[in-house]
């Protein structure tokens, strides 16, 4: 079953347009989209160590803009079955809200959606660039 249709299962259809839309984007993301490359060279140097051993290189997987709720960088620890998803806002204000769509929403269903593709550990990070 494709992540989409697991969206779909858990959430609806609404939910699942709304999922499929994230991962779009388009030109609304390009003004953060730097921010994001030099976060995520960031947080490579700091995995750096881990993937240069022999026994860790092939635990790690990351991703840009990955198919989640909290899609802007992922992380995932393949032999420990643990992921950390980080949004990424470089908005003077950010608002946590709770509503369909909101940031806080997107972070609870980002748990629930691991937790039923059996990931043992999820993290989720907003980072803010202000």
Not at 5 to 31: A, M, P, W
Not at 51 to 64: E, G, N
Request: charged share 25%; hydrophobic share 35%; glycine share 6%.
């Amino acid at each position: 079953m494709t992540l989409t249709k697991q969206v779909n299962n858990l959430f609806g259809s609404d939910v699942e347009k709304y999922f499929i839309n994230k991962q779009t984007g388009g030109n609304s993301n390009q003004k953060g989209s730097r921010y994001e490359d030099f976060f995520s060279v960031m947080q490579l140097a700091q995995l750096f160590q881990l993937l240069t051993h022999d026994d860790d290189k092939d635990d790690i997987d990351i991703y840009a803009q990955a198919e989640a709720f909290v899609d802007d960088l992922l992380i995932k620890f393949q032999k420990h079955n643990i992921q950390h998803h980080f949004q990424l806002k470089t908005s003077a204000t950010v608002s946590w809200g709770n509503a369909p769509k909101s940031i806080g929403d997107d972070f609870y269903k980002q748990k629930i959606l691991n937790d039923k593709l059996g990931i043992d550990k999820t993290r989720t990070f907003l980072v803010c660039s202000n």
